[in-house]
T-cell receptor, first 112, second 109 residues
């Protein structure tokens, strides 16, 4: 199993550009989520999904969209990138009812 | 007030030392508690879950005090490879995790 994979590893955007961060897992996990990690802030939840077709907002959802059309994939879309979205983004997944979450390697995003 | 608070450190300790990290959480309805480890520029990985009865995994011991809303992690006989950031994590309900900002540990020769 590849576990949780994220692409790209690094990305530089200009203000106003849009892009999609990809996240995929091959463990048939029902739950998937996106976090951002900023220096001195800890990880903060952006959006999450408890299954295909079901998504909900986390602590910091503004400026981001998600969809969950399959169990495996949970892309995060930045609609119009802003410098405040410069961060490291982690995707995570887990089985329903399990406390153990598995994180992907992260995407380092810089918005100029 | 942040839901999960921890001393950011850094804690600089020599090899072989014992070091303890503490964490407090604000929501008394919190259901599950964890310590995650994060190496520099890597993803967080579960180190251990924390139970009221206390639990041990080799050199690592975790304790939970629900009355005081306090979680601890004790590392005995520190190794150079223990150098990392240790994240205190709490789950209130559902699947979402609340992370502390992390405590940095550097073990020196």
């Amino acid at each position: 199993n590849a576990g949780v994979t994220q692409t790209p590893k690094f990305q530089v955007l200009k203000t106003g550009q849009s892009m999609t961060l990809q996240c995929a897992q091959d463990m048939n996990h029902e739950y998937m989520s996106w976090y951002r990690q900023d220096p001195g802030m800890g990880l903060r939840l952006i959006h999450y999904s408890v299954g295909a077709g079901i998504t909900d907002q986390g602590e910091v959802p503004n400026g981001y969209n998600v969809s969950r059309s399959t169990t495996e994939d949970f892309p995060l879309r930045l609609l119009s990138a802003a410098p405040s979205q410069t961060s490291v983004y982690f995707c995570a997944s887990s089985y329903s009812g399990s406390d153990t979450q598995y994180f992907g390697p992260g995407t380092r995003l810089t918005v100029l | 007030r942040k839901e999960v608070e921890q001393d950011p450190g850094p804690f600089n300790v020599p090899e072989g030392a014992t070091v303890a990290f503490n964490c407090t959480y604000s929501n008394s309805a919190s259901q599950s508690f964890f310590w995650y480890r994060q190496d520099c520029r890597k993803e967080p990985k579960l180190l251990m879950s924390v139970y009221s009865s206390g639990n041990e995994d080799g050199r690592f011991t975790a304790q939970l005090n629900r009355a005081s809303q306090y979680i601890s992690l004790l590392i005995r006989d520190s190794k150079l490879s223990d150098s990392a950031t240790y994240l205190c994590v709490v789950r209130v309900g559902g699947y979402a995790l609340n992370f502390g900002k992390g405590t940095s540990l550097l073990v020196t020769p």
